[in-house]
């Protein structure tokens, strides 16, 4: 089970579980974030804490009200300004580089693990004053492929202190997990998009990224999937894998290493002409995989749509995942799909 604190505000007051954390005034913009590297606290391995900070991108990336800058941008700062890892520990000089990335919050964070418990804590930092604006502990006894859990209950907390109402995670089940695959609900508040009849949008899918453990093999493999899922829609036109790469080269960009933001990948997608875009993020932690989608408009640069599945599964079984996936996005384009 998940034991948790709940993300509270820093008033000067104690924290307190059951008080109930007023949202921060929301404007018509979204506010940036970004997510700097788990700590790897006592007991935990930093390829743990790593794949842990990919989850918490991976999830707040679906929030419509934020805008997640990208832990790229944060190493190369951090190259720039020739700091390290140990350099980065404290506010003094995370705060500055958020101001340098342009972030106007920032989620810092340390995991570490007593006996079988993992502890997560969390820091939700105003850039602009530098002020610890909210917090939250949350501890699970479970196994290494349980966190994804943890970090669905952290980020759903940070989620909500911006106006969402991301509903509660449950806690991991007791006992042997079903294979796959586990859907999650559907955010809310994207709108289906139909084609004028015997019209088809076009659709470019950037190579889904491979994250934590995963190896990129696996990315590259469920990347082609998809695009197969997606090609006998008759309301999609999905521009060659090929093309892409050939763009994507042509440019001087290392596919998703080199262009993981989206501004950068909407860029690619005007070039072949693309009308929608979709990006993707597979995280390995322990035997569970999770697959996150995100539909973004070309033209205005937003995201449309997004989607996330999970499966406790072999590599040899993960394509599941993409066909679940695909459903949902072909589904939004109004084809009737069963999922």
Do not use: W
Not at 248 to 253: E, K, N, V
Not at 297 to 312: K, L, N, P, V, W
């Amino acid at each position: 089970m998940i034991l948790m604190t709940a993300l509270v505000p820093q008033n000067g007051g104690g924290r307190d579980a059951k008080k109930a954390l007023p949202p921060e005034a929301v404007s018509p913009s979204k506010t940036s974030l970004t997510v700097y590297a788990i700590k790897a606290g006592g007991g935990v391995e930093p390829a743990l804490a790593s794949t842990l900070t990919s989850l918490f991108i991976q999830q707040l990336s679906l929030s419509p009200r934020l805008i997640v800058i990208d832990e790229a941008m944060i190493k190369k700062v951090m190259e720039q300004q020739a700091l390290n890892q140990s350099d980065v520990s404290d506010t003094s000089i995370q705060v500055p580089v958020g101001k340098l990335i342009q972030a106007q919050k920032m989620v810092v964070g340390e995991l570490s693990k007593l006996g079988s418990t993992y502890l997560l804590n969390t820091k939700l930092l105003d850039i602009a004053t530098g002020a610890v604006e909210a917090s939250g502990s949350y501890q699970c006894p479970c196994r290494e492929e349980d966190l994804a859990r943890l970090v669905a209950q952290a980020t759903a907390q940070i989620r909500n202190h911006f106006g969402e109402n991301v509903p509660a995670v449950e806690p991991p089940p007791v006992g042997p997990q079903p294979g796959f695959p586990i859907a999650e609900p559907q955010p809310a508040g994207y709108p289906t998009q139909c084609p004028a009849e015997g019209q088809k949008i076009s659709v470019a899918i950037y190579p889904i990224k491979a994250s934590g453990a995963t190896e990129k093999a696996v990315a590259s493999a469920l990347t082609s999937l998809l695009s197969s899922e997606l090609t006998p829609s008759p309301r999609l036109a999905v521009i060659e894998e090929a093309m892409l790469k050939e763009v994507i080269a042509r440019q001087l960009q290392n596919e998703s290493d080199a262009c993981d933001d989206t501004s950068c990948q909407v860029e690619i997608g005007k070039l072949v002409k693309a009308q929608k875009m979709i990006t993707g993020d597979l995280v390995k932690l322990g035997t569970r995989y999770i697959l996150s989608l995100k539909l973004v408009d070309i033209q205005t640069g937003t995201m449309e749509f997004s989607t996330r599945d999970q499966c406790a599964c072999n590599e040899d079984q993960v394509d599941q995942l993409v066909t679940v996936a695909a459903a949902r996005v072909r589904s939004h384009f109004c084809e009737k799909v069963p999922e």
